[in-house]
């Protein structure tokens, strides 16, 4: 469960030496500055937790949406609150106030931190500023750069590229010591696009989430508490609701599902992105005007950490049915609580999905081989043995997707970049 403080903590000597305290330092391990852009809670813990497994020292910078008790109880690791708490229904004032100390507490921590690496695993609120700027700053103060590109250009996805989204990205990537990617295709697009060297670039494998609880919450009391019976066909779609989702496609299918089986159930859950304002009414006007009530359960607000095995364990398969994207961290979220997934081909998921194992693949765009797809789902033995398949898909994405893998890797490019000798 995510800790929230008010107050945001400065990095005084003082703390440090509490925060250290009792912790033997061995002579030659590695620190790190491990930069979070203040978002995605579950990459940052599960990287910080391996890479410490792999005597690695992290100083972690976030807010309150990255805290959490294990921050401040695990040896060789130090949490830094730099921004708080974040409101977006805070007033502009306050928000900018908030940001601008942000940034000046980012600043200063640059220019005295020991760490001699900074790994930015996401960008801060000024995109433009972050990659062109700040990142001059940072190689001023000394510090070696690497970077994970969860997306190598976001803009280009969501059709708002321009010429200053790739001149900054251009920056960016020529000004980072080492960059981490999720597939082998987004390594081409970097080497072809942004004239990034092939041997400045390792693939990582999407590691599997590992930082949300999971009780002894079973699927049946699960679907109860979302209003669904057990013998009803829950299909979950779940996470940010943006255009290039794909949302409309599933609600097509979903309705030619329900016209040949009433027990269908369609549960949309997750927090709108802004900006994506006339898509989220676009997907509550066709909701309401072709299924009947009960049918589709529509949640667009912010999903808490308590919360999220409620959906995925109630859900008896998530659906991806994305027109674009490279990955996506919700496959390997509801990997991790064994619920099967059935997606668009698009970016890795075919590589992702073992078609009969773990989920099914379709088509991208077209509704119909989606319900065909989502009944041959239904129909199969991942289905009529969830219960024993769910452990399977468990134990399959925690070898294939081990963050112990990953921080392997990151740990082995660090030492490169130090240009230290592997230990």
Not at 239 to 264: C, M, N, T, W
Request: proline content about 5%; glycine content about 6%.
């Amino acid at each position: 469960m995510i800790m929230q403080t008010s107050s945001i903590a400065e990095a005084s000597p003082a703390n440090e030496r509490e925060s250290q305290r009792g912790i033997a330092k061995p002579s030659n391990d590695i620190e790190i500055g491990l930069l979070t852009g203040c978002q995605d809670r579950p990459y940052a813990f599960g990287l910080a937790m391996a890479l410490i497994a792999k005597g690695v020292r992290v100083e972690e910078i976030g807010s309150d949406n990255e805290d959490s008790p294990e921050l401040h109880v695990t040896p060789n690791l130090r949490f830094l609150n730099f921004r708080g708490r974040q409101d977006q229904s805070e007033k502009f004032a306050p928000k900018l106030k908030k940001i601008l100390v942000y940034y000046a507490r980012l600043l200063r921590y640059a220019a005295r931190s020991k760490p001699p690496i900074f790994h930015i695993l996401w960008n801060n609120k000024f995109e433009y500023f972050d990659r062109t700027l700040l990142m001059l700053y940072y190689k001023l103060c000394g510090k070696k750069i690497a970077f994970t590109a969860h997306n190598v250009n976001q803009a280009k996805r969501d059709a708002k590229d321009s010429f200053l989204n790739r001149l900054t990205l251009r920056i960016q990537y020529r000004l980072t010591d080492h960059i981490f990617v999720h597939t082998q295709k987004m390594k081409s697009e970097l080497c072809d696009d942004f004239a990034v060297v092939e041997k400045a670039v390792t693939v990582i494998r999407h590691p599997i989430n590992n930082a949300f609880p999971d009780t002894a919450l079973t699927p049946s009391e699960a679907k109860r508490q979302l209003g669904v019976k057990d013998d009803e066909k829950t299909i979950l779609f779940f996470g940010r609701i943006r255009p290039y989702k794909g949302i409309e496609h599933l609600l097509a299918a979903f309705q030619q599902l329900v016209k040949s089986d009433p027990k269908y159930r369609l549960i949309i859950a997750g927090e709108p992105k802004k900006g994506s304002e006339a898509y989220l009414d676009e997907i509550r006007q066709i909701a309401s005007r072709d299924f009947k009530p009960g049918e589709i359960i529509l949640k667009f607000q912010f999903i808490p950490d308590r919360e999220m095995e409620i959906y995925l364990k109630g859900g008896d398969v998530l659906v991806l049915p994305y027109k674009d994207i490279f990955q996506s961290g919700v496959l390997f979220l509801a990997y991790s609580f064994g619920l099967p997934v059935v997606a668009t081909d698009v970016g890795s998921f075919r590589e992702e999905i073992v078609e009969g194992k773990t989920g099914f693949i379709c088509k991208p765009g077209d509704p119909g081989d989606l319900a065909k797809t989502l009944e041959t789902y239904f129909l199969s033995d991942i289905y009529t043995n969830l219960c024993a398949r769910r452990q399977d898909i468990k134990d399959y994405a925690n070898t294939v997707h081990s963050w112990d893998a990953v921080a392997e890797l990151t740990r082995s490019a660090y030492v490169t970049i130090s240009g230290r000798q592997s230990q």
